[in-house]
């Protein structure tokens, strides 16, 4: 009987745990564009991801982040999208830059002040460049 307890119990913390470390979709899904995804995840100018992350399709890539292949069998949508849009919500010791959040950053340039990195769409076109790619064979 305990061991039923102890398990129901884990089971809870880990659901919540993904819940809140999660971000649901924004309307900007229904229109999500692979190859928009793509384009993103490899530009250096406009995001930068693949200077710290392996993508997957793409020889080069840095190793200061995760790879990024294989990801959509790690972690949900849900849970992919929040770690792009604001990573520090999970781990507020990240240096990860938050590509979709302006709270709580300091020292930002003047015409920058309240626009994120990325745009909606943007956001919504990498999760499904990511879930494309790393589904696995």
Request: charged fraction near 20%.
């Amino acid at each position: 009987m305990k061991h039923w307890i102890v398990c129901a119990a884990a089971l809870l913390a880990a659901h919540a745990w993904a819940a809140e470390n999660s971000m649901p979709p924004t309307k900007s899904a229904a229109t999500a564009n692979v190859e928009r995804g793509r384009k993103l995840l490899i530009s250096r100018q406009e995001t930068g991801c693949v200077l710290c992350h392996k993508i997957p399709g793409m020889k080069e890539g840095g190793d200061m982040g995760p790879n990024l292949g294989g990801l959509s069998q790690r972690m949900t949508a849900d849970q992919i999208r929040q770690r792009i849009a604001d990573w520090r919500a999970v781990n507020p010791q990240t240096f990860m830059p938050a590509y979709f959040s302006t709270k709580g950053l300091h020292n930002v340039a003047k015409p920058q002040i309240g626009k994120t990195v990325l745009t909606e769409q943007g956001l919504e076109d990498i999760v499904a460049y990511l879930l494309d790619a790393t589904k696995g064979p």
